[in-house]
T-cell receptor
Framework: EPEVTQTPSHQVTQMGQEVILRCVPISNHLYFYWYRQILGQKVEFLVSFYNNEISEKSEIFDDQFSVERPDGSNFTLKIRSTKLEDSAMYFC??????????????FGPGTRLTVL | AQSVSQHNHHVILSEAASLELGCNYSYGGTVNLFWYVQYPGQHLQLLLKYFSGDPLVKGIKGFEAEFIKSKFSFNLRKPSVQWSDTAEYFCAVLPDTGRRALTFGSGTRLQVQP
């Protein structure tokens, strides 16, 4: 069964550094998503991406965040200048996108980001 | 904005016990509802989903959930849990507005003792 994959599984960085989290969505899916879960808190939506542009974003997704589909398989989340409060588990998800209201999102295993 | 409440944060059961995990949402319109499970060290997996029709939905691994519109609830049930059901369970809601951002509950950690 195809799965969403994410690399790395754990990233440690210094405050102020840039990080790029990588995801490979399921191959025939058209919608891609990033969510995050700060330790002890709920999973929160960050952004959705379709047809090479952001289709929806939350208030969390400010100017320090960006997403990109650099090639036909990868989907990345970049945090320009990391802050301590960016420490979280970041989940990538994808969905087929053509099922309308019955579309289902499939999640990757997550990348744990630790900002020191 | 919609929200999801999962009242049980940590549940401990013995094998063969019955399970019911509560999920309530706040949103006045039509919703799509999901239960995801995260086994230790693994990714979020879809257990079951409700879009329309029969309010009792069956998912994988013997789980089922009932949508009760009047109570804004979507409780997850399993008649007899196994040790392998030890995991974290997340309820999520997606209002039927065309948007795609899932709103999750805080999760319930289920520990099944052999």
């Amino acid at each position: 069964e195809p799965e969403v994959t994410q690399t790395p599984s754990h990233q440690v960085t210094q405050m102020g550094q840039e990080v790029i989290l990588r995801c490979v969505p399921i191959s025939n899916h058209l919608y891609f998503y990033w969510y995050r879960q700060i330790l002890g808190q709920k999973v929160e939506f960050l952004v959705s991406f379709y047809n090479n542009e952001i289709s929806e974003k939350s208030e969390i997704f400010d100017d320090q965040f960006s997403v990109e589909r650099p090639d036909g398989s990868n989907f990345t989340l970049k945090i320009r200048s990391t802050k301590l409060e960016d420490s979280a588990m970041y989940f990538c998800a994808s969905s087929w996108g053509l099922a309308g209201r019955t579309d289902t999102q499939y999640f990757g295993p997550g990348t744990r980001l630790t900002v020191l | 904005a919609q929200s999801v409440s999962q009242h049980n944060h940590h549940v401990i059961l013995s094998e063969a016990a019955s399970l019911e995990l509560g999920c309530n949402y706040s949103y006045g319109g039509t919703v799509n509802l999901f239960w995801y499970v995260q086994y230790p060290g693994q990714h979020l997996q879809l257990l079951l989903k409700y879009f329309s029709g029969d309010p009792l939905v069956k998912g994988i691994k013997g789980f089922e959930a009932e949508f009760i519109k009047s109570k804004f609830s979507f409780n997850l049930r399993k008649p007899s849990v196994q040790w392998s059901d030890t995991a974290e369970y997340f309820c999520a809601v997606l209002p039927d507005t065309g948007r795609r951002a899932l709103t999750f509950g805080s999760g319930t950690r289920l520990q099944v003792q052999p």
